[in-house]
Protein backbone atom coordinates (compact mmCIF):
# COMPACT_ATOMS: atom_id res chain seq x y z
CA UNK A 1 0.00 0.00 0.00
CA UNK A 2 2.58 2.28 0.97
CA UNK A 3 4.30 1.99 -2.62
CA UNK A 4 1.44 2.39 -4.48
CA UNK A 5 1.24 6.50 -2.35
CA UNK A 6 2.77 9.78 -3.51
CA UNK A 7 3.09 11.62 -0.46
CA UNK A 8 1.55 15.33 -0.87
CA UNK A 9 4.25 17.87 -1.60
CA UNK A 10 3.82 19.91 1.39
CA UNK A 11 5.79 23.79 0.75
CA UNK A 12 6.13 25.50 4.16
CA UNK A 13 5.86 29.22 4.25
CA UNK A 14 6.81 29.55 8.18
CA UNK A 15 7.41 26.64 10.83
CA UNK A 16 3.88 26.23 11.80
CA UNK A 17 5.20 22.90 14.56
CA UNK A 18 8.36 22.80 16.25
CA UNK A 19 11.03 20.79 15.30
CA UNK A 20 10.06 17.41 14.15
CA UNK A 21 10.63 14.49 16.36
CA UNK A 22 13.22 12.27 15.15
CA UNK A 23 11.13 9.25 15.03
CA UNK A 24 9.09 11.01 12.32
CA UNK A 25 11.40 9.30 9.43
CA UNK A 26 10.22 9.78 5.35
CA UNK A 27 9.99 5.82 6.29
CA UNK A 28 7.11 6.68 9.13
CA UNK A 29 5.66 9.19 7.29
CA UNK A 30 4.96 6.95 4.32
CA UNK A 31 3.34 4.09 5.95
CA UNK A 32 1.20 7.10 8.77
CA UNK A 33 -0.17 8.07 5.19
CA UNK A 34 -0.83 5.37 3.56
CA UNK A 35 -2.93 4.20 6.88
CA UNK A 36 -4.65 7.16 6.85
CA UNK A 37 -5.62 7.53 3.69
CA UNK A 38 -6.74 3.87 3.91
CA UNK A 39 -8.97 5.02 6.85
CA UNK A 40 -10.44 7.85 5.64
CA UNK A 41 -13.02 8.74 6.40
CA UNK A 42 -12.45 7.04 10.03
CA UNK A 43 -9.70 8.34 11.97
CA UNK A 44 -6.65 6.39 11.59
CA UNK A 45 -4.21 5.50 14.94
CA UNK A 46 -0.49 4.22 14.84
CA UNK A 47 2.51 3.90 17.39
CA UNK A 48 6.15 4.33 16.41
CA UNK A 49 8.20 1.32 18.02
CA UNK A 50 12.02 0.88 17.15
CA UNK A 51 11.88 3.11 14.00
CA UNK A 52 8.81 1.64 12.52
CA UNK A 53 5.18 2.73 12.55
CA UNK A 54 2.78 -0.05 13.68
CA UNK A 55 -1.18 0.38 13.00
CA UNK A 56 -3.05 0.19 15.87
CA UNK A 57 -7.09 -0.67 15.78
CA UNK A 58 -9.83 2.81 16.39
CA UNK A 59 -12.52 0.58 18.37
CA UNK A 60 -14.51 3.92 19.13
CA UNK A 61 -17.95 3.81 18.11
CA UNK A 62 -17.70 7.04 16.47
CA UNK A 63 -14.44 6.49 14.09
CA UNK A 64 -14.76 9.56 12.00
CA UNK A 65 -15.12 11.84 14.93
CA UNK A 66 -12.48 10.49 17.91
CA UNK A 67 -9.85 7.41 18.02
CA UNK A 68 -10.57 4.82 21.16
CA UNK A 69 -7.68 2.53 21.99
CA UNK A 70 -7.94 -1.42 23.71
CA UNK A 71 -5.89 -1.15 27.04
CA UNK A 72 -3.53 -3.32 25.51
CA UNK A 73 -2.69 -0.52 22.22
CA UNK A 74 -2.80 2.16 25.47
CA UNK A 75 0.07 0.21 27.25
CA UNK A 76 2.12 -0.06 23.70
CA UNK A 77 1.25 3.79 23.06
CA UNK A 78 2.98 4.73 26.70
CA UNK A 79 6.15 3.35 25.54
CA UNK A 80 6.56 4.35 22.21
CA UNK A 81 8.60 6.68 20.36
CA UNK A 82 5.92 8.59 19.23
CA UNK A 83 1.70 8.25 18.82
CA UNK A 84 -0.35 9.37 15.69
CA UNK A 85 -3.69 9.76 14.55
CA UNK A 86 -5.37 11.18 11.71
CA UNK A 87 -7.88 14.42 12.01
CA UNK A 88 -10.25 13.18 8.55
CA UNK A 89 -12.42 16.46 7.61
CA UNK A 90 -11.15 18.21 10.85
CA UNK A 91 -9.48 21.27 12.53
CA UNK A 92 -5.21 21.67 11.29
CA UNK A 93 -4.56 22.06 14.68
CA UNK A 94 -4.75 19.78 18.03
CA UNK A 95 -8.03 19.54 20.00
CA UNK A 96 -7.95 19.83 24.10
CA UNK A 97 -8.15 15.96 24.46
CA UNK A 98 -4.84 15.83 21.94
CA UNK A 99 -3.11 18.19 24.55
CA UNK A 100 -4.29 16.62 27.55
CA UNK A 101 -3.16 12.53 26.24
CA UNK A 102 0.02 13.94 24.60
CA UNK A 103 0.63 15.67 28.54
CA UNK A 104 -0.51 12.16 30.14
CA UNK A 105 1.65 10.15 27.77
CA UNK A 106 4.62 12.33 27.50
CA UNK A 107 6.01 11.10 24.05
CA UNK A 108 5.26 13.59 20.60
CA UNK A 109 2.16 13.66 19.07
CA UNK A 110 2.00 13.59 15.29
CA UNK A 111 -1.55 14.54 13.30
CA UNK A 112 -2.08 14.67 9.39
CA UNK A 113 -4.96 16.31 7.85
CA UNK A 114 -6.95 14.07 5.58
CA UNK A 115 -8.26 14.56 2.40
CA UNK A 116 -6.90 18.34 2.43
CA UNK A 117 -3.51 17.25 3.39
CA UNK A 118 -1.58 18.98 6.50
CA UNK A 119 0.80 17.71 9.23
CA UNK A 120 1.77 18.70 12.63
CA UNK A 121 3.53 17.91 15.64
CA UNK A 122 3.21 18.85 19.07
CA UNK A 123 5.08 17.88 22.59
CA UNK A 124 8.39 17.81 24.21
CA UNK A 125 10.27 19.42 21.00
CA UNK A 126 13.20 21.67 20.00
CA UNK A 127 11.25 25.24 20.01
CA UNK A 128 11.40 27.23 16.71
CA UNK A 129 12.65 30.38 16.67
CA UNK A 130 10.06 33.07 18.06
CA UNK A 131 9.54 35.67 15.28
CA UNK A 132 8.65 34.23 12.02
CA UNK A 133 6.10 31.20 13.53
CA UNK A 134 2.96 30.64 10.94
CA UNK A 135 0.00 30.50 13.14
CA UNK A 136 -1.48 26.95 14.61
CA UNK A 137 -3.13 26.77 17.52
CA UNK A 138 -2.56 24.79 20.19
CA UNK A 139 0.87 24.77 19.27
CA UNK A 140 1.87 28.02 17.40
CA UNK A 141 0.05 30.65 18.92
CA UNK A 142 0.19 33.60 21.00
CA UNK A 143 -0.34 31.70 24.46
CA UNK A 144 2.89 29.79 22.78
CA UNK A 145 4.91 32.28 21.91
CA UNK A 146 5.00 33.98 25.44
CA UNK A 147 5.48 30.87 27.32
CA UNK A 148 8.66 29.68 24.79
CA UNK A 149 9.75 33.51 25.81
CA UNK A 150 9.28 32.74 29.78
CA UNK A 151 11.24 28.91 28.83
CA UNK A 152 14.04 30.62 26.95
CA UNK A 153 14.51 33.05 30.38
CA UNK A 154 14.45 30.02 33.04
CA UNK A 155 10.72 31.08 33.50
CA UNK A 156 8.87 26.83 33.79
CA UNK A 157 6.01 27.47 35.76
CA UNK A 158 3.79 28.55 32.82
CA UNK A 159 1.94 25.44 32.02
CA UNK A 160 0.62 24.35 28.40
CA UNK A 161 -2.62 24.62 29.35
CA UNK A 162 -4.77 22.13 26.47
CA UNK A 163 -7.15 24.43 24.89
CA UNK A 164 -9.76 24.13 21.67
CA UNK A 165 -9.80 26.43 19.13
CA UNK A 166 -12.14 29.81 20.11
CA UNK A 167 -11.84 28.47 24.03
CA UNK A 168 -12.49 32.41 24.26
CA UNK A 169 -15.98 32.55 22.93
CA UNK A 170 -19.55 32.42 24.77
CA UNK A 171 -19.74 28.78 23.95
CA UNK A 172 -17.12 27.56 25.65
CA UNK A 173 -16.93 29.94 28.71
CA UNK A 174 -12.86 29.28 29.53
CA UNK A 175 -10.52 32.50 30.90
CA UNK A 176 -7.82 30.66 30.48
CA UNK A 177 -5.52 33.40 30.36
CA UNK A 178 -5.94 34.84 33.53
CA UNK A 179 -6.50 31.62 35.22
CA UNK A 180 -2.65 30.23 33.66
CA UNK A 181 -0.56 33.45 34.53
CA UNK A 182 -2.38 33.73 38.01
CA UNK A 183 -1.37 30.52 39.36
CA UNK A 184 2.38 30.59 37.22
CA UNK A 185 3.45 33.97 39.51
CA UNK A 186 2.04 36.64 37.55
CA UNK A 187 0.46 39.83 39.31
CA UNK A 188 -1.55 42.84 37.70
CA UNK A 189 0.14 45.88 36.59
CA UNK A 190 -1.51 48.89 35.87
CA UNK A 191 -1.12 48.91 31.61
CA UNK A 192 0.39 52.20 31.71
CA UNK A 193 3.40 50.94 33.82
CA UNK A 194 3.73 47.91 31.50
CA UNK A 195 6.96 48.54 29.80
CA UNK A 196 9.35 46.60 31.20
CA UNK A 197 11.06 43.35 29.44
CA UNK A 198 8.58 39.94 29.74
CA UNK A 199 5.36 42.15 30.72
CA UNK A 200 2.51 40.58 29.41
CA UNK A 201 -0.29 42.54 27.85
CA UNK A 202 -3.81 40.84 27.21
CA UNK A 203 -6.59 42.24 24.94
CA UNK A 204 -9.99 41.19 25.00
CA UNK A 205 -11.12 42.45 21.17
CA UNK A 206 -14.75 42.55 22.11
CA UNK A 207 -15.23 38.98 23.78
CA UNK A 208 -15.45 38.58 27.50
CA UNK A 209 -12.21 37.83 28.79
CA UNK A 210 -8.83 37.96 27.35
CA UNK A 211 -8.28 36.17 24.33
CA UNK A 212 -4.93 37.41 22.29
CA UNK A 213 -1.81 38.01 24.47
CA UNK A 214 1.43 39.67 23.88
CA UNK A 215 4.16 40.83 25.02
CA UNK A 216 7.13 43.43 25.99
CA UNK A 217 10.73 43.14 24.37
CA UNK A 218 13.81 44.96 25.75
CA UNK A 219 12.68 47.75 23.60
CA UNK A 220 9.73 48.49 25.56
CA UNK A 221 8.34 50.41 22.53
CA UNK A 222 8.10 47.13 20.78
CA UNK A 223 5.64 44.50 21.41
CA UNK A 224 5.96 40.88 20.47
CA UNK A 225 2.92 38.47 19.69
CA UNK A 226 1.58 36.27 17.42
CA UNK A 227 -1.76 37.34 15.59
CA UNK A 228 -3.99 35.60 14.19
CA UNK A 229 -7.27 35.32 11.94
CA UNK A 230 -10.56 33.04 11.73
CA UNK A 231 -8.62 29.82 10.56
CA UNK A 232 -7.09 27.72 13.67
CA UNK A 233 -4.23 26.98 11.15
CA UNK A 234 -2.98 30.34 8.89
CA UNK A 235 0.73 30.12 7.25
CA UNK A 236 0.70 33.89 6.82
CA UNK A 237 0.06 34.82 9.75
CA UNK A 238 3.18 35.21 11.68
CA UNK A 239 4.82 35.91 15.13
CA UNK A 240 6.37 39.26 14.88
CA UNK A 241 7.76 42.55 16.98
CA UNK A 242 4.60 45.35 16.55
CA UNK A 243 5.16 49.08 17.13
CA UNK A 244 3.64 49.10 20.63
CA UNK A 245 1.53 52.22 20.23
CA UNK A 246 -0.28 50.29 17.61
CA UNK A 247 -1.83 48.25 20.30
CA UNK A 248 -1.71 49.45 23.82
CA UNK A 249 -5.00 51.33 23.63
CA UNK A 250 -6.45 47.96 23.06
CA UNK A 251 -4.91 46.56 25.73
CA UNK A 252 -7.48 44.93 29.02
CA UNK A 253 -5.12 43.58 31.59
CA UNK A 254 -1.32 44.10 31.95
CA UNK A 255 0.78 41.60 34.03
CA UNK A 256 4.47 41.06 35.55
CA UNK A 257 6.21 38.05 36.72
CA UNK A 258 7.23 37.99 40.04
CA UNK A 259 10.43 35.95 40.04
CA UNK A 260 11.54 37.13 36.20
CA UNK A 261 15.40 39.33 37.09
CA UNK A 262 15.98 42.58 34.26
CA UNK A 263 16.57 41.31 30.83
CA UNK A 264 19.24 43.28 29.24
Not at 22 to 45: G, I, K, L, N, R
Not at 143 to 168: C, F, K, M, S
Not at 207 to 217: A, E, F, I, N, S
Not at 241 to 262: I, K, S
Request: glycine share 6%; hydrophobic share 40%; aromatic share 10%.
Amino acid sequence: MTDQLELPRRVEIAPMSPVAPAAWTPEVHAAAYAHAAECYPAEAAGVVEDGAYVRLDNISNTPNDDVVLSDEDLVRVGMGDLFFHSHPDGLACPSETDMIYQQQLGIPFVVMCMPIYDIFWFGDLERQPLLGRGFRHGVHDCYALIRDWYLEHGVTRLWNQPRAWEWWGRSQHKDLYTENFAAAGFHRIDPADAFRAGDVLLFNFHYPVPMHGGLVTRDPNLVMHHPSGVKAADPTRLSKLEPGNRLRRFVTVALRHEDLPDVA
